[in-house]
């Protein structure tokens, strides 16, 4: 695991975490988040990873929503998980800290993007199970029992992605920017009944994260 050097990782200045997120983490896992927390304030000053006006609320903007899936989904371990347009590696890089028997792959359009996210892999100590990849979706041949995704496009152009990455039986979460309507009948050759999870917490607002299953 990557250390604290460079930055304070000291647990005063950590943010208070919300109560269903409190004993499901580890205090190295809270410090590893940390950590990246601090590395992407850093990077976004070079590269616009996330919107300038989230700075200094990273971890509640972003850290936390991202985490908030573990409060009623855990991958098992051994598998692989996808992490499409991951941007500045979320949600994918704060639930790779938050299971390390799972492999991710982060994948992103954007090259620039990939070699920052790339290097905080690296300081972050994940490199032998979290790889980053440059690319685009459509073009990607691997298959995946998990995938995942935080406002990377409309959902019905997200799905058409998916459809053709995720194996069968497999599921993908997406974080959504608001709740989503019953899907159209025409999903319904592709993809089981959908659950939309809306945890509470003051962190996700209106926002949900949708369950989608391959038959």
């Known amino acids: 695991m990557g250390g604290c050097s460079r930055m304070s ?26 950590q990246y927390a601090k590395l992407l304030q850093t990077w976004n000053e070079r ?3 996330i919107s300038r006006r989230d700075i ?12 908030l899936l573990l409060t009623w989904r855990r991958f098992p371990p ?16 704060p639930l790779a800290i938050t299971h390390p028997e799972t492999e991710f792959l982060l994948l992103d359009s954007t090259r620039k993007k990939v070699q920052a996210v790339a290097a905080m892999v690296a300081e972050l100590g994940l490199s032998e199970r ?8 459509e073009t990607l041949r691997e298959r995946f029992p998990f995938i995942v995704g935080r406002a990377v ?19 993908f979460y997406y974080y959504t920017g608001q709740p989503w309507p019953t899907p159209p009948s025409a999903w319904q050759a592709t993809w089981l009944p959908f659950r939309e999870k809306m945890p509470e917490s003051p962190y996700l607002a209106s926002k949900g994260i949708l369950e989608l299953r391959r038959p």
Not at 9 to 30: G, N, Q, V, Y
């Open 130 to 137: 979290c790889r980053v990849q440059w690319g685009r979706a």
């Open 78 to 93: 051994g598998v692989r998980v996808l992490d499409i347009g991951t941007g500045g590696g979320l949600p994918g890089l």
């Open 153 to 171: 496009a409309p959902l019905p152009q997200v799905l058409r992605w998916v459809e053709r990455l995720l194996e069968p039986q497999g599921t």
């Open 47 to 49: 590269i616009n990873l």
């Open 9 to 34: 990782c000291e647990p005063s200045s950590w943010p208070e975490l919300p109560a269903c997120l409190k004993p499901l983490l580890h205090a190295e896992e809270i410090a590893q988040l940390h």
């Open 56 to 67: 200094e609320r990273v971890w509640e903007h972003h850290l936390i929503p991202s985490l």
